[in-house]
């Protein structure tokens, strides 16, 4: 699968890096021309990544595209014939940049065929803790280190609002892991304006009831990756990314009894 990301390149590229160009087309173009992200994707899939920022008059150039299955290179000579499959994302609202005239009508109903909604990351705060724990555990497993997460900064990701959704959360961790002091991430090592919004007032008077509810929360991860690993505590110690002694004091703490394991007779 090819990708582009919409975003990242500026507009007036846009439609070589997508067409391809002919020899000469432009100063500085390679000899021989290039093939562009539809030529190479033909027979495959091609991801547009941030199509919601793309100019529109590329929409225009993209539904065409679409259309007709064949592209034009910058700089002239005969149509190229593709046969690609278009998986494109955003992070705007393309209805209403439709009904402010920012995206093709047209071209948002050729791409909405198989339509997947993701909530932001504000509406499934249940899933914050499990993707801090996977970034973490991969920056844990890339410099052979055992950083982990204060509680200060679990009740902070817990209550933050995270505009930027997991890309944020991905960032403010790989941010936080470079200057952490130590082997534990701490609120003094996460952006000055997450740290403004949890005034110490907040974190004293939410920490019992954020205690319960990460408490919970981690109850049921531990309980749903044992029952996965068939009751192999190693299997789940390392699916969690915890040294097994570490998950048995848990187990213990949340009142988790260890579980045995069955036997391949005995599996449903």
């Known amino acids: 699968m090819m990708s582009i990301n919409c975003a990242a390149i500026p507009s007036e590229l ?23 992200k539809f030529q190479i994707a033909s027979g495959g899939t091609l991801f547009l990544d941030e199509i919601g920022d793309m100019p529109l008059h590329m929409q225009a150039k993209i539904l065409r595209a679409l259309q007709e299955q064949e ?3 910058v700089g002239g000579g005969e149509p190229v014939k593709v046969d690609v499959r278009i998986i494109s994302a955003t992070r705007q609202n393309l209805s209403a940049m439709i009904e402010q005239g920012l995206f093709r009508e047209d071209l948002y109903y050729r791409l909405n065929v198989v339509n997947i909604e993701m909530p932001p990351l504000r509406e499934r705060r249940r899933d914050i803790f499990e993707l801090s724990n996977f970034f ?43 200057i952490c002091d130590g082997f534990i991430i701490d609120m003094t090592d996460l952006p000055a304006k997450m740290v403004a919004r949890q005034s110490s007032e907040q974190l004293s008077k939410g920490g019992r009831r954020l205690a319960a509810a990460l408490e919970d929360y981690e109850c049921e991860i531990i309980k749903s990756v044992l029952q996965d690993k068939n009751g192999d505590c190693r299997q789940a110690a390392a699916e969690l990314g915890l040294h097994r002694s570490v998950l048995y004091k848990k187990m213990a703490k949340l009142n988790i009894p260890t579980p045995r394991r069955q036997s391949a007779a005995q599996k449903p």
């Open 14 to 36: 846009l439609e070589a890096e997508l067409f391809g160009y002919a020899e000469g087309a432009f100063t500085g173009a390679k000899k021989g021309g290039k093939r562009g």
């Open 71 to 73: 592209v034009d290179p």
């Open 136 to 178: 973490l555990t991969q920056l844990n497993h890339r410099y052979q280190s055992s950083v982990i997460l204060s509680d200060d900064v679990k009740y902070c990701f817990l209550n933050y609002s995270w505009p930027g959704n997991i890309r944020e959360l991905d960032n403010v961790i790989k941010a936080a892991y470079a």
